[in-house]
Structure formats: C-alpha cells, structure tokens
C-alpha cells in the first residue's frame, strides 16, 4: 500500500508515458497531456485551498495508527524490492503531514482517470481501478479519513468534467477563429484518440 501511494516511485513510468503521447500521439495525445496538466494544476491548487480552509486533522495525528514507512533507495522504484518497516504513529507524527481534506493524492489520480475516460472511451475508464487502489492505501496508511476519500473522489471527478467541458468549449471558439484548417482536420480537444 505505501508504494501504490508514493509518486516518486512511479515518476519514471508516468514520465515515459507523457513522452510517448508527446511524441508518438499526435494531435490527441498532446491534446491528452494539455488537458491533464491544465486539469492537475487547477486540482491541485483548489485542493491546497480547501486542506487549508477544512483544516481537518489525518488519523495518524489524532489517534495510534500503524504506518507503513518504505525503506530509503535511490533510485526510489528501488524500495519496491526492499522490506519495509511496520510502526505505530506517535507524537513525532502530528506535525509532518497537513490537512487531511482533501487528499491530494486522490485528487490526482481521479483526475487522470476522468480525463483517460474521456479520450479513451473504450479503455480509459480502467484507470479508475487505479484511482480506487490509491484512495484504499490512503486509508489503510492512517493519512485520510474514509470520508476525506469518498468526498475528494466526487470533488476531484466534478470539477475534472467541468474543466474539460470549459477547455472544449474555449478549445472549439479559439480554434476555429485563429486556425480554420487545423480545426477542420481536429473539431474536438477532448475525445477518443484511439479506439
């Protein structure tokens, strides 16, 4: 669960994957990562506002947890293959972490899942196995309430669907207006890249 929840693991991987798109995927596949980006950097700035706003302590800072903490390793993928260490929060505990609502790390991965739904009708939505993994260790490792989960879950798929809907609308005026035949070859921003 503490390496599904650590990014720094899998920054290789999802670094290789926004390179691909780049490069292999044409119009969508940038298209894809525009709207990826634009959508992280609008969540995770209303997600800062509302930790600070709520302001709602994590389990670990309010009651005795067990935490799993991953061994140290560079390159981080590294501490995949290594054991690691099982302990109970303590007092030292209370002031590492920030708000627990909402969770950035839900918040993220449910707005990668809703933009992958949206390009890739077919097989996007599978990333929302994904999605729901990250949300499960989030409360098995004592950072998130259930509820915090649940609620970023809803919040973070709202206000991804709003932003696309909001990108295509500008996507569809701006094009049309500036690029005529770039937006005769590519009508939609948002929309199935490969079948």
Not at 9 to 28: C, E
Not at 152 to 172: C, D, I, N, P, Q
Request: aromatic fraction near 14%; charge should be positive.
């Amino acid at each position: 669960m503490a390496a599904i929840s650590n990014p720094d693991i899998w920054k290789p991987l999802i670094v290789t994957l926004v390179l691909y798109a780049l490069i292999f995927g044409g119009f969508k596949g940038r298209a894809l990562v525009f709207c990826l980006g634009m959508a992280l950097l609008v969540n995770s700035n209303l997600t800062g506002l509302l930790k600070k706003f709520v302001d709602r302590h994590r389990p670990k800072q309010v009651e005795r947890v067990r935490m799993v903490v991953l061994a140290e390793a560079r390159p981080e993928f590294l501490t995949l293959f290594q054991r690691p260490t099982i302990r109970y929060s303590d007092a030292s505990d209370r002031e590492r972490s920030g708000p627990s609502f909402p969770s950035g790390h839900v918040t993220n991965n449910v707005t990668t899942a809703v933009i992958l739904a949206f390009f890739f009708r077919r097989w996007g939505w599978l990333y929302f196995l994904i999605a729901f993994a990250i949300a499960w260790s989030r409360v098995y490792l004592g950072a998130h309430w259930p509820s915090d989960v649940l609620a970023t879950f809803f919040l973070g798929a709202g206000v991804t669907a709003l932003l696309l809907a909001l990108l295509e609308v500008v996507y569809r005026w701006l094009a049309g207006r500036i690029a005529p035949d770039f937006f005769v070859r590519h009508p939609r921003l948002v929309g199935d890249a490969i079948a």
